[in-house]
């Protein structure tokens, strides 16, 4: 194929490239300068293509392959790397321990609270908590369905209410 033809052949082929290269960038001036630089790479590899291969899967595949190799390149320039002495602190879970302290005393106050509310509304609550059904809990203690769920809204609600003090954990 001589350069002339070559040159008709890429740009008949190459209006359909740009809604591709719009695809991969998701910006009109990028995907310009992504269409130039396949056109242009296309152009000095001329050599390397072989005549019966589909040209327009090979200008694809440079496009795709040229917006990879730009993105890869963006990643690594924005990538920070440290390069201070302190690198044995990264990711080193031996240096690290937990405080049971906090969570004993929280542990304590809910229980706390817990045991504070009424016993109509501690028992259902605590049969929910434990796995129990709603109707399994009516059964057992021979009260309403509606009676244990508006027991258990109840105590849910006071409790709420006694470990406000917490509430920044959500």
Do not use: C
Request: no cysteine; charged share 25%.
């Amino acid at each position: 194929m001589t350069a002339i033809e070559f040159t008709y052949n890429i740009h008949q082929v190459s209006k359909s490239l740009k809604p591709f290269a719009m695809r991969l960038t998701r910006d009109s001036e990028d995907a310009n300068d992504l269409l130039q630089d396949t056109l242009l790479k296309a152009f000095t590899n001329r050599e390397k293509y072989t005549d019966g291969t589909n040209l327009k899967a090979w200008l694809y595949t440079i496009m795709k392959n040229t917006f990879i190799t730009n993105y890869q390149r963006m990643v690594r320039k924005n990538t920070f790397i440290d390069t201070t002495d302190n690198l044995h602190y990264i990711n080193s879970m031996e240096s690290t321990t937990d405080n049971g302290a906090y969570s004993s005393f929280a542990m304590e106050d809910i229980n706390g609270a817990i045991k504070a509310l009424d016993k109509a509304y501690q028992v259902p609550f605590m049969m929910h908590f434990r796995g129990f059904k709603y109707h399994e809990i009516a059964a057992k203690l021979d009260i309403p369905i509606g009676t244990v769920k508006n027991r258990i809204h109840i105590a849910r609600k006071e409790l709420k209410s006694k470990l406000r003090m917490y509430s920044h954990l959500d």
